[in-house]
């Protein structure tokens, strides 16, 4: 089984504090992809990578950047973490960007910025 | 633009109460609708693939269909268990690689 690991389930930060977020993925997967998601706004994209030192915006990017420099780690950086970012944050992967398939999730990392 | 509506968003069930959950989408050239289960402070886990309308796919107590509009998630005599929040996403043609999803429905089973 493909298997998605996000390094950590908790994360408390202080407000201006570069966090970073890392994921990896075992399967040799094409694709990547960094969700957040908050109650009543479901998930939502910030970025997505289709190959290694590939990066595309999703619809939420501003305030994050990422980083993707094996094709098996991607990693989510917040610049100055904001107390909005507090958030789940969901990485997922895919194995190629054609052909339809659905992603295997990561377990999520819960932020709380303060 | 490609978008997924999930109804309704919370859903109460005496264990054994059958129901269904609705997924409408819209979206260029439908490639897949895909299914998931979410339990809470957890990632979503997947269910179901459906392909072209007419198709369905059961596991336990869930089946899923599929039209040319919607999806139903048909949970037939629930458990506790499956308590979760389900998540519907579909690929369409024109965001290649891409799931959009929609906001899930909260189940809850009470015993």
């Known amino acids: 089984d493909v298997k998605v690991t996000q390094s950590s389930r908790y994360l408390v930060k202080r407000t201006g504090e570069k966090v970073f977020l890392e994921c990896v993925q075992d399967?040799?997967?094409?694709?990547m992809f960094w969700y957040r998601q908050d109650p009543g706004l479901g998930l939502r994209l910030i970025y997505f990578?289709?190959?290694?030192?590939?990066?595309e915006k999703g619809d939420i990017p501003e305030g994050y950047s990422v980083s993707r420099e094996k094709k098996e780690r991607f990693s989510l950086i917040l610049e100055s973490a904001s107390t909005n970012q507090t958030s789940m944050y969901l990485c997922?992967?895919?194995?190629?960007?054609?052909?339809?398939?659905?992603?295997?999730f990561g377990s999520g990392t819960r932020l709380t910025v303060v | 633009e490609d978008q997924v509506t999930q109804s309704p968003e919370a859903l109460r069930l005496q264990e054994g109460e059958s129901s269904s959950l609705n997924c409408s989408y819209t979206?260029?050239?439908?490639?897949?609708l895909f299914w998931y289960r979410q339990d809470p402070g957890k990632g979503p886990e997947f269910l179901f693939t459906?392909?072209?309308a007419g198709e369905e796919k059961e596991k336990e107590r869930l089946k899923a269909t599929l039209t040319k509009k919607e999806s139903f998630l048909h949970i037939t005599a629930p458990k506790p268990e499956d308590s979760a929040t389900y998540l519907c996403?579909?690929?369409?043609?024109?965001?290649?690689?891409?799931?959009?999803f929609g906001q899930g429905t909260t189940l809850q089973v009470k015993p």
């Open positions: 997922a992967s895919s194995p190629y960007r054609q052909g339809i398939y659905g992603y295997t």
């Open positions: 399967m040799d997967h094409e694709n």
């Open positions: 990578s289709y190959d290694v030192k590939m990066k």
């Open positions: 979206v260029s050239g439908l490639r897949g």
């Open positions: 459906l392909y072209s």
């Open positions: 996403a579909v690929q369409g043609s024109s965001n290649t690689g891409k799931l959009i």
